[in-house]
């Protein structure tokens, strides 16, 4: 028989995925044997705070975990339904069966543990730049972002050319633009 495995789930939206999140699921792999990653907002691509793909974000992940040699994981995305009080249900319907859930947002935090699961706290690397928000800023501001995020993910950037989509996406947004 198959030896049972302890399954971890990480959520978020990875808009992008940067290196404060790579942190992350390297310490909770050190407690788990399977990764299970939850791709939030699937269905959300080509806005400023939601610039990329599920596809281009899987990407991304997949080769950042390749990078650093995890290989046990799943990813998995996610579309909103806007109902949260059945969000845990429609996650758990989609993702392979897990054992905890990490995550630092305090509405998943929230969700998880009324659903009765074990929810675990992510420890937090340097947040200040650690974020999509920083990560996003600096793409539109044409500030260097790449150290921000695992060279697999700078990788994908560059060839979906996802730059020119925020910097095209914050013009086309601002005052002054015409339709
Ligand atoms: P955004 O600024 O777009 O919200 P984010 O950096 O918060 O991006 P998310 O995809 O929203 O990234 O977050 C996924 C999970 O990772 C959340 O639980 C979030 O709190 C956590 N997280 C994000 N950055 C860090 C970090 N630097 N250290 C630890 N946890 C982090
Ligand atoms: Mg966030």
């Not at 044997?33 to 791709?39: A, E, P, S, Y």
């Not at 996650?91 to 998943?108: G, H, K, Q």
């Not at 990560?135 to 996802?162: D, F, M, S, Y």
Request: include cysteine.
């Amino acid at each position: 028989m198959r030896k049972r495995e302890v399954s971890a789930l990480l959520i978020g939206r990875f808009q992008p995925f940067h290196n404060g999140h790579l942190e992350v699921v390297k310490s909770i792999a050190k407690e788990c044997d399977r990764l299970i990653v939850g791709i939030g907002s699937a269905q959300l691509s080509h806005t400023f705070e939601n610039p990329f793909t599920a596809g281009e974000r899987h990407l991304m992940i997949s080769r950042a975990f390749h990078d650093e040699g995890l290989d046990n994981f799943f990813l998995v995305p996610i579309m909103d339904i806007n109902r949260y009080s059945i969000w845990v249900a429609h996650v758990a319907s989609l993702v392979p069966p897990f054992d905890s859930v990490y995550t630092n947002n305090p509405l998943t935090r929230r969700l998880f543990l009324e659903a009765g699961y074990d929810v675990r706290s992510a420890p937090v690397f340097n947040r200040e730049v650690y974020s999509g928000t920083e990560v996003r800023r600096r793409i539109v501001q044409g500030e260097p972002w790449e150290e921000l995020v695992p060279r697999g993910v700078a990788e994908t950037i560059h060839e979906v050319k996802g730059d020119e989509r925020l910097q095209d996406i914050m013009r086309d947004h601002s005052p002054e633009a015409t339709i």
